[in-house]
């Protein structure tokens, strides 16, 4: 039987030392600020930026909420970004994804000034992570490095299979793995043979999207599992993209959905807001 990664006390942990060094800016003058933008009223997207804004209120980070109607145009959503890029109070800014069809998310994601880009999505903060000297990393690959952190088990030389290739989770991930010494191996939908891999797999991420996605037979004994799904299910109950009970039969460690590596997601938001105010102050980042 394997180990629950317990993402809500990593989280509370992480988001403690986060408001200890908010209360210390502060003394220095230094107030970090967050802007959550929302368009239109997808249900999980408001329970996301409603779970980001109690944040901030619990670690007395300063924040901002912008909720814009379905039918908000590029240009007006621009406009408030471009507002957003200069205003001293913000110094991170969150568009919250997916965006209304009529708003092409690329375009969105590139007006945001990198520097207060807490979500890391923007190119020069995507190319910044490729070659291993960032500002911020993305939030919930950030979030999984940290719980993978907390099992003691070393990425060096292991066997680490990502499952998903977004721009978001997937590929971040893997390079935050390559970058810790990992032998990375990247599976998509096109994938041949894919539990042939993932039983190869001494640390296992899967972000598909898909409920109960990897079995337990697609497991090695004694893998570290790590279920980045949140998938809602037809009666309200989140789900995974891992069969937890029978992957946790084989795996050592393994992230519970709820309370694995969505509370950690929000955590490291927080963490990089402070980043963005540090620099935004000519500090370093550490
Ligand atoms: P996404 O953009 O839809 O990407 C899904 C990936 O899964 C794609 O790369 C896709 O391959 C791959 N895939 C789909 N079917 C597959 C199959 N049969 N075999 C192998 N790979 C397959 O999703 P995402 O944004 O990365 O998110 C993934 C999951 O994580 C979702 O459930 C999302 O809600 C969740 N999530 C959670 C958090 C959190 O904080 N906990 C944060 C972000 C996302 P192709 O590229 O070939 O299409």
Redesign the pocket.
Same mark, same amino acid.
């Given at each position: 039987m394997s180990k629950i990664i317990d993402g809500k006390q990593i989280s509370a942990q992480v988001k403690q030392a986060v408001a200890e060094e908010v209360a210390q800016l502060k003394t220095e003058g230094i107030h970090p600020g967050l802007a959550v933008v929302l368009v239109g009223d997808n249900p999980a997207s408001k329970v996301y930026v409603g779970s980001k804004e109690k944040a901030c209120e619990q670690l007395g980070i300063y924040s901002e909420k912008y909720l814009l109607p379905g039918e908000t145009t590029e240009e007006e959503l621009l406009e408030l970004v471009e507002k957003l890029n200069h205003k001293p109070e913000i110094n991170g800014i969150l568009v919250q994804l997916p965006l209304p069809e009529q708003i092409n998310e690329e375009t969105i994601i590139n007006a945001i000034d990198p520097i207060k880009d807490v979500d890391a999505f923007h190119p020069n903060n995507v190319g910044k992570i490729m070659i291993g000297d960032f500002d911020f990393l993305p939030? =919930?690959p950030a979030?999984i490095m940290d719980l993978i952190a907390s099992t003691g088990v070393s990425i060096e030389g292991k066997n680490c299979v990502v !499952?998903? /290739?977004?721009n !978001?989770?997937?590929k971040p991930m893997s390079m935050l793995l390559l970058h810790k010494n990992g032998t990375v191996t990247i599976?998509?939908? /096109? =994938?041949q043979n894919?539990a042939e891999i993932t039983r190869k797999a001494d640390i296992l991420v899967a972000? *598909?999207? /898909?409920p109960n996605?990897v079995t337990g037979d697609m497991v090695k004994e004694g893998a570290v599992v790590i279920d *980045?799904? %949140?998938?809602r299910l037809e009666n309200g109950k989140l789900c995974g993209?891992v069969n937890f009970a029978e992957a946790s039969e084989r795996a050592s460690y393994i992230t519970p959905v709820p309370g694995? *590596?969505?509370p %950690? =997601?929000i955590a490291t938001l927080m963490r990089n807001t402070v980043t963005a105010a540090k620099l935004q102050a000519g500090r370093s980042k550490e």
């Amino acid at each position: 039987m394997s180990k629950i990664i317990d993402g809500k006390q990593i989280s509370a942990q992480v988001k403690q030392a986060v408001a200890e060094e908010v209360a210390q800016l502060k003394t220095e003058g230094i107030h970090p600020g967050l802007a959550v933008v929302l368009v239109g009223d997808n249900p999980a997207s408001k329970v996301y930026v409603g779970s980001k804004e109690k944040a901030c209120e619990q670690l007395g980070i300063y924040s901002e909420k912008y909720l814009l109607p379905g039918e908000t145009t590029e240009e007006e959503l621009l406009e408030l970004v471009e507002k957003l890029n200069h205003k001293p109070e913000i110094n991170g800014i969150l568009v919250q994804l997916p965006l209304p069809e009529q708003i092409n998310e690329e375009t969105i994601i590139n007006a945001i000034d990198p520097i207060k880009d807490v979500d890391a999505f923007h190119p020069n903060n995507v190319g910044k992570i490729m070659i291993g000297d960032f500002d911020f990393l993305p939030c =919930t690959p950030a979030g999984i490095m940290d719980l993978i952190a907390s099992t003691g088990v070393s990425i060096e030389g292991k066997n680490c299979v990502v !499952i998903g /290739r977004s721009n !978001i989770v997937g590929k971040p991930m893997s390079m935050l793995l390559l970058h810790k010494n990992g032998t990375v191996t990247i599976c998509h939908s /096109r =994938t041949q043979n894919l539990a042939e891999i993932t039983r190869k797999a001494d640390i296992l991420v899967a972000a *598909v999207g /898909r409920p109960n996605f990897v079995t337990g037979d697609m497991v090695k004994e004694g893998a570290v599992v790590i279920d *980045v799904g %949140m998938n809602r299910l037809e009666n309200g109950k989140l789900c995974g993209d891992v069969n937890f009970a029978e992957a946790s039969e084989r795996a050592s460690y393994i992230t519970p959905v709820p309370g694995g *590596v969505g509370p %950690m =997601t929000i955590a490291t938001l927080m963490r990089n807001t402070v980043t963005a105010a540090k620099l935004q102050a000519g500090r370093s980042k550490e």
